[in-house]
């Protein structure tokens, strides 16, 4: 499968920006889905994740109450809406793509086969 993200750019903290991820290829409902981010200097961490019957979410506690993801799996599409963004939310943010089946806990990046290309969301103060 392949993703294709959207989304992302300059804001101001306390603003808002929504990230969207479209999968090609194989059906898209077969994946669990989730987001990463990796600041400069930093490794890359959970933000959220969805499962692929779009019942199954969870986030890291840095987002909990802020961002929220979402899946439409007619357009084969994932997103990430993100609210009261903050500075430390600045980062190159990935969508990722685990196949049904796999096994590994979600909220680490060995579990997912499919990445898509980053982009940069950047928070002023």
């Known amino acids: 499968v392949q993703l294709v993200k959207s989304g992302g750019g300059l804001v101001q903290a306390g603003g808002s920006l929504r990230l969207s991820c479209a999968a090609s290829g194989r ?3 077969a994946y669990n889905m989730a987001w990463f981010r990796q600041a400069p200097g930093k490794e890359r961490e959970f933000v959220a994740f969805n ?3 779009g019942d199954s979410t969870d986030y890291s506690e840095a987002v909990k109450g802020r961002f ?6 007619a357009k084969n599409t994932v997103y990430l ?5 903050r500075p430390e939310d600045t980062a190159v943010y990935y969508c990722a793509a685990a196949s049904v089946g796999r096994t590994g806990t979600y909220y ?9 290309q980053g982009t940069q969301v950047t928070v002023s103060s």
Not at 68 to 73: E, G, Q, Y
Not at 81 to 85: A, I, S, T
């Open 81 to 85: 809406q993100m609210n009261g963004l």
């Open 68 to 73: 929220t993801i979402s899946r439409d799996n």
């Open 51 to 53: 499962g692929w019957t």
């Open 27 to 29: 059906a898209f409902s």
């Open 108 to 116: 680490s990046s060995y579990l997912y086969n499919f990445w898509g």
